[in-house]
Structure formats: C-alpha cells, structure tokens
C-alpha cells in the first residue's frame, strides 16, 4: 500500500488549503482513512477520520466545523478540507489507512502511513 499526501503549503491565518491523499496497492473503499498532525515537540494527534464508505466522520474538538474530511472511492482519495486555519494548525499532516473499515482516533488502528505534508500557518 502507498500513500501519497499532497496540497501543505504556507497560509495566513483565516486562510484554506485542500489536503489530498491518493492510496494505492489494495482496495481503497474496504478500508477506513485519517488524517493526524503532529506539530514539533508534540505527540502525533488524530484531525479527523472517515469510515470506508465515507458515511461517518469523527473530528478533533480544535478543528470542528473548520475543517472536513470526504473519501472518494471511485479516485482512491480522501481530502481533508481546511477552512479558518490557525497559528495553532501548524504541523505535519499524515493520512493513514486503517486496518478495518473505521479506524477511529487511535493510531495503533492504522497499518499504513503516508509521507507527511507540512502545513505552516502565519499570523
């Protein structure tokens, strides 16, 4: 399985970027996906994941009803949608596919790890 993650980048505070991350190498709707960040000095923290249908979602408390994740199947893709971004979202993102069809917010239910993107939020 691979995992490509894309769409990090630098933005002003208030700003949006668009995650994405392709999968490969097994059947993409079978599974559930995440999204963590891990920002410098800290622990790896869940954003927010999606079941394999993409018909429940699960959110961080700091990023609700600012950012969304989808999963589409038919791309092998799932996005994380980042709106009203703060200083405090400055971190590494990952997605990663977990080894059922929901993983939840534990890592340890996650077999597979894409590359990490950097987002990096400005005041």
Do not use: H
């Amino acid at each position: 399985v691979q995992l490509q993650a894309s769409g990090g980048g630098l933005v002003q505070a208030g700003g949006s970027l668009r995650l994405s991350c392709a999968a490969s190498g097994r059947t993409f709707s079978s599974f559930g996906m995440g999204w963590f960040r891990q920002a410098p000095g800290k622990e790896r923290e869940s954003v927010a994941t999606i079941t394999s249908g993409g018909d429940i979602t699960n959110y961080a408390d700091s990023v609700r009803g600012r950012f969304t994740i989808s999963k589409d199947n038919a791309r092998n893709t799932v996005y994380l949608q980042m709106n009203s971004l703060e200083t405090e979202d400055t971190a590494v993102y990952y997605c990663a596919q977990a080894n059922t069809n929901w993983g939840g917010s534990r890592t340890s239910r996650y077999n597979y790890w894409g590359q990490g993107t950097q987002v990096t939020v400005s005041s």
